[in-house]
């Protein structure tokens, strides 16, 4: 790296929010509960479709790296008694919504869903096939773990109509696998991916992780190259969150050897370099996908969307989450349930009748208008300032202190600005966090939350 990126790097370092959502996780507060959960589900048109989220916060194995609300639960009781909190969840969202709604999308996540007795986890299903009507074209996934998936588990999910698996697979190098606690032979994951869509679930996604102890541009670029040749529909390429104070399980690594900030961006550098050679298109800030797939073909539409989940090709206006420290979000606000199994467990025992809500935000008509120029630029490296003012009735100078802090990103050349239409460049697309970062009202250096590395 020469000594005009080094330069680059250290002006654009420090921690900025994934902007999976606007606003963040971190201007959630209990100051949104229960009855605020209540007021806006019941608020959603009859006719507006859904889509649903339901979280398993159980593992076989925990991984050190991960930053997720899960545990080890090997009692298969207690697994299957949480499945019936899902179906007693999915009952009261029912309850308030109506009976026939219709489903765009249904994700399983976690944790590892298929972790749950599979009689449970067809009992779930079958209730929500019962309450809701699931759109002939959506998107049924599943998140899987390939060192755990229960033999019978391939056909079950094509059984109950899942046709998208997501894989976990993170690094394939024995030296950085041992680091972090996950070990994950390249047989097991060909094995899982050969099983998965000789059963029937033919959509592969693959996630890897960049920014590890003891990886290196060569590591992850073989990495790549193996996973390439799984030939998966859909990778997402993360960069390592270490955020200990949230999960103190990533002390456990040997975090003297994280990589530092041009490290890190060297390695993103290799995989993409490696993904576009085999023939992956990249989407966003960290997604490549095959042409073939639903989400390149939502990239050159414009419709391509960004939620808790990451980019989706969902549309619906209301995401509603099912399950411990599951989040919703609607078009009057975001909630999000009791964060361990326990904790929400407690809530739907206490309160029979409500959601085991504990914190959220509401949403302000300012709020909406800069999650929208957000999404744009995380969707599609661009927004039109000009366009968006317009379509929310906004006087004609709106966001001038922004675009005007944008002007060392184009001197940069991060960004190209014409007028009031930003384009973030291909430089830039590692950093488009960042150009994202000078709409977000909530983000200031006298900031009390805390976010994972911007690189």
């Known amino acids: 790296m020469n000594a005009a990126d080094s330069t680059l790097l250290s002006r654009y370092g420090g921690n900025l929010p994934r902007y999976t959502s606007y606003p963040t996780a971190a201007q959630f507060s209990d100051a949104v509960g229960p009855a605020d959960s209540r ?10 479709p ?20 899960t545990a080890v639960l090997r009692n298969t009781d207690a697994r299957a008694a949480y499945a019936a909190l899902l179906h007693e969840e999915l009952r009261r969202i029912v309850a308030l919504i109506g009976p026939g709604r219709h489903v765009t999308h249904l994700q399983w996540g976690g944790g590892t869903p298929t972790t749950l007795p599979a ?29 755990h998936l229960p033999p019978e588990y391939p056909a079950l999910l094509h059984e109950l109509g899942f046709n998208r698996a997501s894989m976990g697979v993170q690094d394939l190098d024995a030296n950085v696998q041992t680091a972090c606690g996950r070990i994950q032979s390249w047989e097991q994951t060909r094995a899982c991916r050969d099983a998965l869509r000789d059963a029937g679930v033919e959509s592969i996604n693959i996630d890897l992780i960049y920014g590890l102890p003891r990886q290196d541009t060569d590591s992850v670029t073989r990495t790549a190259r193996a ?42 550098a290799a995989i993409d370099t490696v993904l576009r050679g085999e023939g992956f298109l990249p989407v966003g800030l960290d997604h490549y996908v095959s042409p073939h797939d639903s989400m390149a073909r939502a990239m050159e539409s414009g419709t391509l969307h960004r939620n808790f989940q990451g980019y989706t090709t969902d549309s619906a206006p209301a995401l509603i989450g099912i399950g411990a420290s599951a989040i919703s979000s609607l078009p009057d606000g975001m909630t999000q349930n009791a964060t361990t199994s326990a ?62 802090r944008l002007v060392p990103m184009v001197q940069d050349g991060l960004v190209d600005m014409d007028a009031r239409h930003v384009q973030v460049t291909e430089k830039g697309r590692a950093f488009v966090r960042h150009v994202a970062s000078v709409f977000d009202r909530y983000l200031s250096p006298q900031s009390s939350a805390r976010h994972a590395s911007a690189l």
């Open 227 to 268: 996973v390439a040749s799984l030939h998966p529909d859909r990778l997402a390429v993360f960069g390592y969150a270490h955020v200990p104070w949230k999960q103190k399980r990533q002390n456990l690594m040997p975090v003297g050897e994280l990589p530092g900030p041009e490290a890190r961006i060297a390695q993103r």
């Open 119 to 147: 009689s449970a986890m067809r009992r779930v299903m079958q209730a929500i096939r019962q309450n809701f009507v699931i759109a002939p074209d959506a998107e049924i996934s599943i998140e899987v773990d390939p060192r």
């Open 343 to 404: 904790a929400y467990a407690r809530l739907m025992a206490e309160m029979t009748d409500m959601l085991p809500v504990v914190r959220g935000v509401s949403l302000s008509p300012d709020d909406h208008v800069r999650a929208a120029i957000i999404k744009q630029l995380m969707c599609t490296m661009q927004v039109d300032v000009d366009q968006v003012i317009t379509e929310y009735h906004l006087p004609a100078n709106s966001f001038g202190p922004e675009l005007s």
């Open 39 to 48: 007021k806006w589900l019941s608020a959603l048109p009859a006719s507006q």
């Open 50 to 69: 859904v889509s649903l989220y339901l979280h398993v916060p159980f593992c076989d194995m925990l991984c050190r790296f991960c930053g997720c609300n």
